[in-house]
């Protein structure tokens, strides 16, 4: 059975920092393809950071050089680090994952980030 289960949300102050964790299990970690997505209350879900079995990375535009997602074979886990976070940064942040290539076909339950003075 796929689960992908986040952790590490909570209230930050504008340009404080969090990082996010996904622990997985049921699934080939190091075979499959991982990403973070983010979704404000009446906000269209959007992809944040994505990253390769082979570790290569992509960032939506409006975190690079804020965001950095990682993974970790041997622990089956997947990290968001999120610096200087701004207000827009609030939302939920959902874990997904899919075999060998970008895709939604798994997700946790979601992370509550946010960002208030």
């Known amino acids: 059975q796929v689960q992908f289960v986040e952790s590490g949300g909570g209230l930050v102050q504008p340009g404080g920092s969090l990082r996010l964790s996904c622990l997985t299990s049921?699934?080939?970690?190091?075979?499959?393809?991982m990403g973070w997505y983010r979704q404000a209350p009446g906000k269209q879900r959007e992809l944040v950071a994505d990253?390769?079995?082979?570790?290569?990375?992509n960032y939506l535009d409006s975190v690079k050089g804020r965001f950095t997602i990682s993974r970790d074979n041997a622990k089956n886990m997947v990290y968001l680090e999120m610096n200087s976070l701004k207000t827009d940064d609030t939302a939920v942040y959902y874990c997904?994952?899919?075999?060998?290539?970008?895709?939604?076909?798994?997700w946790g339950q979601g992370t509550q980030v946010t960002v208030s003075s």
């Open positions: 997904t994952g899919d075999f060998l290539t970008p895709g939604e076909g798994n």
């Open positions: 049921g699934v080939i970690f190091e075979l499959y393809h």
């Open positions: 990253i390769s079995p082979g570790s290569k990375t």
